[in-house]
């Protein structure tokens, strides 16, 4: 699913807002985030399929569970160690998705045995999710975040919108935004804000990037 395409806006979005702002009027926030987390599951799934959410939530899982283990006082002499496995784990398994074939091309040649390409399903926006748990872990361990429960960390992590290209957000900026009531109800002068900076994004992606997308390619590949 594609932000440009006829099932993302006339049919995902719009139906995720309606429920969204009709379960706001309940002012249950933790019913508001859960829907949007089962949105953005949904998102990844018709986008990726199953490896996508998979992914992500084994990697919810570790990163939730190093913070968790980072918060512990009686681990306190421990968080240099712990710090280091949850930066290792993430950096070591987005390096080995990332540059499987090339690391299978060295230890092929150091064997003498001819290299053949191995077809590894990418998950999608591991970058930036792999990136943004490892700076929540780095400010967790200096003591800059606030507590935060499963539900809110899932959704910051897989946030739909965000998800798949970017941009990497500070959980200052986002997870208190979760916790604002005031969030819950729909707001004209926000709507009126998100739906112009939808509308100017998706000019400039239909109308410029993919028109010149094609002579683009055939000056970088002449």
Same mark, same amino acid.
């Given at each position: !699913?594609?932000?440009?395409?006829?099932?993302?806006?006339?049919?995902?979005?719009?139906?995720?807002?309606?429920?969204?702002?009709?379960?706001?009027?309940?002012?249950?926030?933790?019913?508001?985030?859960?829907?949007?987390?089962?949105?953005?599951?949904?998102?990844?799934?018709?986008?990726?399929?199953?490896?996508?959410?998979?992914?992500?939530?084994?990697?919810?899982?570790?990163?939730?569970?190093?913070?968790?283990?980072?918060? !512990?006082?009686?681990?306190?002499?421990?968080?240099?160690?712990?710090?280091?496995?949850?930066?290792?784990?993430?950096?070591?398994?987005?390096?080995?998705?990332?540059?499987?074939?090339?690391?299978?091309?060295?230890?092929?040649?150091?064997?003498?045995?001819?290299?053949?390409?191995?077809? @590894?399903?990418?998950? @999608?926006?591991?970058?930036?999710?792999?990136?943004?748990?490892?700076?929540?872990?780095?400010?967790?361990?200096?003591?800059?975040?606030?507590?935060?429960?499963?539900?809110?960390?899932?959704?910051?992590?897989?946030?739909?919108?965000?998800?798949?290209?970017?941009?990497?957000?500070?959980?200052?900026?986002?997870?208190?935004?979760?916790?604002?009531?005031?969030?819950?109800?729909?707001?004209?002068?926000?709507?009126?804000?998100?739906?112009?900076?939808?509308?100017?994004?998706?000019?400039?992606?239909?109308?410029?990037?993919?028109?010149?997308?094609?002579?683009?390619?055939?000056?970088?590949?002449?």
């Amino acid at each position: !699913m594609l932000f440009n395409s006829y099932i993302f806006i006339f049919l995902f979005m719009p139906v995720t807002l309606a429920v969204y702002f009709l379960t706001g009027k309940f002012n249950n926030r933790k019913l508001s985030n859960g829907l949007l987390l089962i949105a953005s599951l949904v998102f990844l799934f018709y986008r990726f399929n199953y490896i996508g959410i998979i992914s992500v939530l084994i990697s919810i899982a570790f990163n939730y569970a190093i913070y968790r283990l980072l918060i !512990m006082d009686k681990l306190e002499r421990h968080k240099k160690v712990l710090l280091f496995i949850g930066v290792a784990v993430n950096a070591s398994t987005l390096m080995l998705l990332k540059y499987y074939n090339t690391v299978i091309y060295h230890i092929d040649q150091l064997r003498h045995v001819d290299f053949v390409e191995r077809s @590894l399903i990418l998950p @999608l926006g591991i970058s930036f999710y792999t990136f943004q748990q490892i700076a929540f872990l780095v400010d967790t361990y200096r003591g800059e975040v606030e507590p935060v429960d499963l539900l809110d960390y899932s959704l910051y992590v897989s946030y739909f919108p965000r998800i798949v290209s970017g941009p990497i957000v500070n959980h200052n900026q986002f997870l208190p935004q979760l916790k604002d009531s005031s969030k819950l109800k729909f707001q004209w002068d926000n709507f009126n804000k998100g739906l112009y900076r939808f509308s100017v994004g998706l000019a400039k992606k239909v109308l410029v990037a993919d028109v010149l997308a094609a002579p683009a390619s055939t000056v970088v590949s002449a």
